[in-house]
């Protein structure tokens, strides 16, 4: 069934290879195998072969075995492409989605688990959009008394686009109900492209129909539940493990190639409150907001997460290595009040401030 949306999408971007205004070619962002060894596992049971589904994306069946080594969205689309027509199975997408746990995405999925709530997961994994390898920008919204998880910015493939957007909703839905430890439904499932041939499907993977040609792809539920408590909530593994996910971020960032995310984490850091604004930012970098915000999301992250990154390092330096005050540390991050900074610590580490300096 055609799409309006992506047709418009087609007419720029005819393969998952074209590039994108100002150079910027997110199919080459790094990504790990974990969705493409669940593809295969998926597909096994219908008897398609491993290396039927790798034909023409360069990745051979052994390197299955190798989880750390990383390939590109180029790559994961050949295979995706791929499975869908082996399988002659348009709710593919949905199948796969439901298929991706928490324990698919290595340190980040740990992450997320011992969160202290479902908003800190949810958070970490917009955090961290290199190792969450969606071929979304995602964003939580809360609007009165209902949470909104969209996904939006969508760069990739036209052909692809229905087959990802209920990909990437059906994961996180599915890593959002191993948090709580509960598989819940969501109140509605939104999504931009039309009622597809499959839409009976909803009930069972959601719990409701899905509601189509809507103006976002988006996941939601009650606002009160991003509060809850998570049963596997730890504090100390929580800190620990955010701390290895910033690392992995960076080195893959590193691998591909980002000088730009180097020195805008460089600049931030050399002074947090100047470079807290994003017009001293691009005119150190002598480029437009526009253009800074378009090379970051073609490189995974956003300025928003840089800028939190940045931060909670200098936060955790200052809190272990001087004597200066919660007060003072906030004024040093370009925080405009105390309590602002106590809400940012929190979310980047389920902590308070004063918990790290006891």
């Known amino acids: 069934m055609a799409n309006r949306k992506e047709t418009r999408l087609a007419q720029s971007s005819s393969n998952d290879s074209a590039i994108l205004p100002g150079g910027d070619n997110p199919s080459g962002r790094p990504v790990s195998l974990h969705a493409i060894v669940a593809t295969v596992n998926v597909l096994a049971e219908q008897g398609i072969a491993a290396a039927d589904l790798l034909a023409g994306s360069g990745i051979p069946p052994e390197r299955l075995q190798e989880p750390a ?16 027509r082996l399988s002659c199975d348009e709710a ?3 199948r796969l989605g439901r298929a991706m746990h928490t324990s698919n995405y290595g340190i980040l999925g740990y992450t997320m688990l011992v969160s202290p709530t479902l908003r800190v997961a949810l958070e970490t994994a917009i955090r961290f959009p290199l190792l969450l390898a969606s071929y979304f920008t995602l964003r939580l919204e809360e609007r009165g008394k209902e949470a909104w998880l969209l996904a939006d910015d969508y760069r990739y493939r036209a052909d692809l686009f229905s087959f990802n957007a ?17 598989r819940w439904s969501p109140k509605a499932v939104h999504m931009r492209f039309p009622l597809p041939a499959h839409a009976g499907l909803y009930p069972a993977i ?3 129909a899905g509601h189509f040609d809507m103006a976002d792809n988006a996941l939601v539920f009650p606002a009160k539940w991003l509060d809850r408590p998570q049963p596997l909530a730890d504090a100390v593994s929580f800190h620990m493990a955010l701390e290895q996910c910033q690392r992995q971020q960076e080195q893959w960032a590193s691998s591909h190639g980002s000088a730009l995310v180097a020195r805008v984490l460089r600049l931030i850091q050399s002074d947090p409150v100047r ?11 002598h480029m437009s907001e526009r253009t800074l915000r378009r090379k970051l999301a073609a490189l995974g992250t956003s300025f928003q997460a840089l800028l939190d990154q940045a931060r909670h390092q200098q936060a955790l330096h200052l809190l272990h290595d001087t004597r200066l005050s919660i007060s003072m540390i906030a ?13 940012a610590f929190a979310r980047w580490t389920g902590k308070r401030p004063s918990d790290l300096r006891r």
């Open 92 to 94: 593919l997408g949905l």
């Open 275 to 285: 470079f807290a604004r994003l017009d001293e930012l691009t005119a150190t970098l």
């Open 206 to 208: 959601f719990g409701h």
């Open 69 to 84: 080594r990383l390939i590109n969205h180029h790559q994961e689309m050949t295979v995706f492409d791929n499975a869908r």
């Open 331 to 343: 004024e040093r991050l370009g925080f405009a009040e105390s309590a602002s900074f106590r809400h």
């Open 166 to 182: 209920e990909m990437c909703l059906t994961s996180m839905w599915t890593i959002a109900c191993d948090c709580m430890g509960v």
